[in-house]
Each structure stands twice: as C-alpha cells, then as structure tokens.
C-alpha cells in the first residue's frame, strides 16, 4: 500500500482518514438494525430546536432527564446521525444488509456506508494529481476523482484513458499500453509500476481498453490507478525535472568542468 492510499476510507480498512476530522486513526464498525415504531403509521420524531427551550424551563422535568433529552434534541436538531446506546427492545428488529457505519476514534463522528461507498458524508478523494501531470490530464483525473464514490468503474475507465494519454506525453505510442509501460520502464520507470498495473488489470488483459469499462472494477481498483498515475509522472516527469533545477543552479564554472569531464569520458570510450 502506498502512501497515497493508506489514509483513503474503505470498507476493508479498520484505520483510515476520517471523512469527517480528516485525522488518520482507528475506526470502529457497526451493523445496523431496524425497529418499527409502536404505533401503526407513526412517522418518525423530528424535533426542532424550540422544544429544546420548552423542556429546559419545564420544572416538572428531574434535572438528569432534563439533561438528556436537551443533549438529545441538540444532535437530533444538527442534523448529523450519532449512535445511541438503548435499552433491549422487546420489539421485533431487522437486520439492515449491505448497510454500516464506522465511527473515528478521534471526532466521535459516524460515517454511513451502503455496500462499499461512502453515502455520508459528503466527500471528494483525498488523492490530488500530480501537478506535473499535463493539463488534459489533470482535468480526467479531477473528473475521475468526483465520480469515483458513485460510479467507481466509470472513474477507472477515465484513469486507464489518463495512463494512455500519459504514456503518449512520454513518448510513447499511447496505442498499447503494454508496450509503452514496458519501454518506460527501459527508460527508468520503476518496474514494480508495471507490477502494480498488472494488479489492477490494466495491461495483460486484451478485452480491457482504455477508456472501457470494465464491469470487474471496483473502488480499490480506481484507488490503485490514481496511485499509478501519480507514481508515473512523480519517477518520469517530477524527479527529473527536479534534478534539472538543481543542475542549472551550479556556478558556471562547475558546469563546465562537468561538460570537459563528460567530453573526456566519450574520447576515452
């Protein structure tokens, strides 16, 4: 796992930035339950904040039940869920599938999942691109990085047509991805980047192209390719253009006696 996506929230994670205080720690999860309410055609209770004002001047209230239901109404009138430790219930429950929340260690806030996308909060990845990635490539990661919560295959397709688009800026053909990460890599791309798209199925599969769908994708899939994307430009186009700087930035006469060095080498080879 990368450092870029260790924080990033997942169902399969039990430690992860939280959407809510953004502090990486533990998260602690829960199922969740339905209970009917007593009555037939009850709806549910949405109290307001001046009931609040009513139970705090109301004397007939006992001080620690005055307490509690004004701490109730204040997180009911915020208009965020909180869990809410109850009594057994002699009613009947159902267990809610393919629905959790997790709960951070840190802000106490709750997160609501449905099968593995994030429902509440609203959030946006945390992953940023690469800055030195070219514009148009920027813009499909962007695009990406809005859609991936709710459609987390059509955000891959958009990251494989991002990697081929990349591959093109490097000189590469951009027609097969295979050949142009193979010959990066003769260039001095990283070959465990070329192990990681093989993870994610972008190359070695030839029903997957870029820009398609793939109906296998998944969250983690997309997480891995904004990862790659990155991991690409940060080894071909950041580190070099890093070192370039600071080459240019020698007195004169270093640089040449680095280039009498260099012409010497060539004579001798």
Do not use: F
């Given at each position: 796992m990368t450092e870029d996506t260790k924080g990033i929230p997942s169902i399969k994670k039990t430690a992860f930035c939280c959407p809510h205080c953004d502090a990486y720690t533990t998260q602690y999860?829960?199922?969740?339950?339905s209970k009917p309410y007593k009555e037939n055609g009850r709806t549910p209770i949405i109290p307001n904040i001046s009931e609040k004002i009513e139970w705090e001047?109301?004397?007939?209230i006992e001080p620690d039940v005055k307490k509690m239901l004004v701490e109730w109404i204040e997180k009911m009138c915020a208009g965020k869920p909180f869990s809410e430790i109850?009594?057994?219930?002699?009613?009947?429950?159902?267990?809610?599938?393919n629905v959790n929340i997790s709960e951070c260690y840190n802000c106490k806030e709750i997160t609501i999942w449905v099968y593995d996308q994030i429902v509440y909060p609203s959030t946006k990845?945390?992953?940023?691109?690469n800055q030195d990635l070219p514009p148009h490539i920027i813009k499909l990661f962007e695009e990406a990085r809005e859609i991936v919560s709710s459609s987390p295959k059509g955000a891959a397709a958009l990251l494989r047509l991002s990697i081929q688009y990349l591959c093109k800026e490097l000189g590469e053909g951009g027609k097969d991805i295979n050949r142009d990460i193979a010959s990066l890599?003769?260039?001095?791309?990283?070959p465990l980047v070329q192990k990681a798209l093989d993870v994610v199925r972008v190359i070695g599969n030839e029903a997957v192209h870029p820009g398609e769908i793939n109906l296998d994708d998944d969250r983690d899939t997309a997480?891995?390719?904004f990862s790659v994307i990155?991991?690409?430009?940060?080894?071909?186009?950041?580190?070099?253009?890093q070192?370039?700087?600071?080459?240019?930035?020698?007195?004169?006469?270093?640089?040449?006696?680095?280039?009498?060095?260099?012409?010497?080498?060539?004579?001798?080879?």
């Open positions: 999860w829960s199922s969740l339950y001047n109301d004397p007939k109850q009594g057994q219930s002699e009613y009947l429950q159902s267990h809610i599938q990845l945390v992953i940023i691109p890599v003769s260039k001095g791309l990283n997480l891995q390719l990155n991991l690409i430009a940060e080894q071909m186009i950041t580190h070099p253009k070192v370039e700087a600071m080459y240019n930035k020698l007195p004169e006469s270093k640089l040449d006696g680095i280039d009498q060095r260099n012409k010497k080498a060539k004579e001798s080879s």
